[in-house]
């Protein structure tokens, strides 16, 4: 079997003869040998903590540690999508914005959208871009700019032209645009969610662990939360990292 990286256009499509083969592709090395990974964090309460405070300790130490492994493992996947935020990346698409989304007056976020979006459409491989990523801080910059605003209204539907849950989400040209708060600021990422990568993984989701620390009365109680994957970017010009500033 041949070590070729992922399918492409210069990938031979050629016939096969009676009792050949066609030509083999698949993954790369690199990606046979990842193995899932396991992440986690911990956390240790008191037994005074766990026993005397009105509100359920344990209960919060759940929620502090999803919070924690959401924003962790967030960050991995868009390091992964960005090549590590590599703007010289040939691994990947790049689109440096003519004017950075905080000078409002002067900035163009539809047309910048658009360019990163067709670098993704303009492959050979037939990609077709459906999702543009900002952080909450870059994504205030475009719509406090009413240009942008009144072009991303257009793809919208009347009963779509609405703030759901706390995210912005509106269309341009068929890219839905929403906020991403795990993105790093100065940076958005455009392209299409089903082709770019995967992400394997041993469980459904986050896992929780908690038990005391001794057999002690008093003893501490401890409160693990872990999680077990690897990111995996299977095609990479499936999507183009956009420096915003």
């Known amino acids: 079997e041949q070590s070729i990286d992922p399918i492409s256009a210069e990938n031979e ?3 096969r003869n009676e009792k050949g083969n066609y030509p083999r592709i698949g993954m790369s090395t690199d990606e046979k040998q990842a193995m899932i990974k396991d992440y986690g964090l911990g956390v240790e309460l008191t037994w005074e903590a766990v026993t005397k405070n009105q509100i359920n300790t344990i209960d919060r130490a759940y929620i502090k540690l999803g ?17 590590n935020y590599n703007m010289s990346s040939t691994l990947i698409n790049t689109v440096q914005t003519g004017t950075p989304w905080a000078t409002t007056a ?15 459409n303009a492959s050979d491989n037939g990609y077709a871009a459906n999702i543009a990523a ?6 205030t910059n475009a719509l406090l700019n009413e240009t942008f605003r009144k072009e991303m209204d257009t793809d919208l539907a009347p009963s779509d032209k609405i703030l759901r849950q706390g995210v912005i989400k509106g269309k341009i ?3 839905l645009i ?7 600021a100065g940076y958005g990422w455009v392209g299409q969610t089903e082709m770019v990568g995967t992400r394997h993984q041993s469980s459904d989701g ?3 662990d908690s038990y005391r620390s001794s057999q002690s009365k008093k003893a501490d109680f401890i409160v693990d939360g872990f999680r ?12 183009t990292l956009l420096k915003i500033s």
């Open 13 to 15: 499509v050629e016939e």
């Open 67 to 83: 919070n924690s492994l959401v924003k962790f493992v967030d960050n991995l996947g868009f390091i992964k999508l960005t090549d």
């Open 106 to 120: 002067s900035s163009k976020p539809f047309n910048d959208i658009i360019l990163a979006a067709s670098k993704v």
């Open 134 to 139: 900002f952080n909450p801080v870059d994504l």
């Open 173 to 175: 040209a068929g890219v």
């Open 178 to 184: 929403v906020e991403a708060r795990n993105i790093r």
């Open 206 to 208: 986050f896992e929780y």
């Open 228 to 239: 077990e994957f690897v990111d995996v970017l299977n095609e990479p010009k499936a999507g």
